[in-house]
């Protein structure tokens, strides 16, 4: 049996296959104009899917967000009216004395893994017609009011946070808050600057908060030669010579890199100027 087709051999009705019943069936061949023409046609059809898909994409994502927006404002109203319309019953303190601030125990329970028990640990049992007290010692009552204010909204205001931020990522890490305790780092790492980093690394370093320690670490490696050579440095190595034997490490590590990278840099030029040095060597001879 022949291996292929010869140009007067048959398929199976014995009709040669260059004869004119098989030629009619021929495609018609293509120029480099149909080729671009067809190309264009492919790209506006995916072009079309494609913009399709990503309008699709966007009303869904727009019409979830929507949705989150309105479950976002549907259980915010509820904070306000259980706050002021339900009546309280337990009152606060600040540890500077201030006038006592009225909660609700469930509102403590459910925001705070150590509150939970109370008044077991923080509070004095009243008699049965009286409210129970708890003093956190380590707020002011600005403080307090700003703790209240969080468990509450989920939420303070940014000049609350610039001011608060320090004391209540301490409470909220004492108190087991772990909602306030993220969103007290969120602030810290991202207000940080060459005149606080030296504060946000002492209490990350007390709390062991490993994240936002490693994060102002890095902070201060990069900036070094703004912070080493601050008061705030010099307090800290009377204070906590440990730590700044941490940040010492941490810059030269810092400058290292710096370093290893610069050398690379150096090769990489280094060795394209000797192959541009070759190529053009190779020109001028090949120009002789």
Same mark, same amino acid.
């Given at each position: 049996?022949?291996?292929?087709?010869?140009?007067?051999?048959?398929?199976?009705?014995?009709?040669?296959?260059?004869?004119?019943?098989?030629?009619?069936?021929?495609?018609?061949?293509?120029?480099?104009?149909?080729?671009?023409?067809?190309?264009?046609?492919?790209?506006?059809?995916?072009?079309?899917?494609?913009?399709?898909?990503?309008?699709?994409?966007?009303?869904?994502?727009?019409?979830?967000?929507?949705?989150? $927006?309105?479950?976002?404002?549907? %259980?915010?109203?509820? =904070?306000? /009216?259980?706050?002021? +319309? *339900?009546?309280? @019953?337990?009152?606060?303190?600040?540890?500077?004395?201030?006038?006592?601030?009225?909660?609700?125990?469930?509102?403590?329970?459910?925001?705070?893994?150590?509150?939970?028990?109370?008044?077991?640990?923080?509070?004095?049992?009243?008699?049965?017609?009286?409210?129970?007290?708890?003093?956190?010692?380590?707020?002011?009552?600005?403080?307090?009011?700003?703790?209240?204010?969080?468990?509450?909204?989920?939420?303070?205001?940014?000049?609350?946070?610039?001011?608060?931020?320090?004391?209540?990522?301490?409470?909220?890490?004492?108190?087991?808050?772990?909602?306030?305790?993220?969103?007290?780092?969120?602030?810290?790492?991202?207000?940080?600057? $060459?005149?606080?980093?030296?504060? %946000?690394?002492?209490? =990350?370093? /007390?709390?062991?908060? +490993? *994240?936002?320690? @490693?994060?102002?670490?890095?902070?201060?490696?990069?900036?070094?030669?703004?912070?080493?050579?601050?008061?705030?440095?010099?307090?800290?190595?009377?204070?906590?010579?440990?730590?700044?034997?941490?940040?010492?490490?941490?810059?030269?590590?810092?400058?290292?890199?710096?370093?290893?990278?610069?050398?690379?840099?150096?090769?990489?030029?280094?060795?394209?100027?000797?192959?541009?040095?070759?190529?053009?060597?190779?020109?001028?001879?090949?120009?002789?």
């Amino acid at each position: 049996m022949p291996s292929s087709y010869g140009p007067s051999q048959s398929v199976t009705d014995g009709t040669p296959l260059s004869s004119p019943h098989y030629d009619k069936f021929q495609a018609p061949s293509l120029g480099a104009k149909d080729f671009m023409d067809m190309s264009r046609w492919m790209m506006a059809i995916n072009d079309k899917e494609t913009s399709e898909g990503l309008l699709k994409k966007r009303k869904f994502e727009t019409s979830e967000l929507e949705e989150l $927006s309105e479950k976002i404002e549907y %259980v915010n109203g509820f =904070a306000p /009216a259980y706050r002021y +319309q *339900t009546p309280t @019953d337990i009152l606060l303190l600040a540890g500077d004395h201030g006038p006592s601030v009225p909660a609700h125990k469930l509102l403590l329970a459910t925001r705070s893994k150590i509150l939970n028990h109370i008044p077991n640990s923080y509070g004095s049992k009243a008699p049965s017609n009286q409210v129970n007290t708890i003093t956190l010692h380590e707020l002011n009552q600005e403080e307090l009011e700003s703790l209240l204010d969080f468990l509450y909204n989920a939420d303070l205001p940014e000049e609350k946070m610039n001011k608060h931020a320090y004391s209540l990522y301490v409470a909220a890490n004492k108190y087991g808050i772990p909602y306030l305790e993220k969103f007290c780092v969120r602030h810290m790492l991202k207000s940080l600057s $060459s005149a606080n980093a030296i504060d %946000v690394l002492e209490i =990350a370093d /007390a709390h062991s908060s +490993q *994240t936002l320690k @490693d994060n102002v670490m890095n902070y201060i490696a990069k900036n070094r030669r703004d912070i080493i050579f601050s008061a705030q440095f010099e307090a800290l190595a009377l204070k906590n010579p440990n730590l700044c034997v941490q940040i010492s490490r941490a810059s030269l590590k810092d400058e290292n890199k710096k370093s290893v990278i610069n050398v690379k840099k150096n090769i990489n030029s280094s060795a394209t100027r000797e192959v541009c040095m070759k190529q053009n060597l190779a020109i001028r001879r090949r120009d002789k």
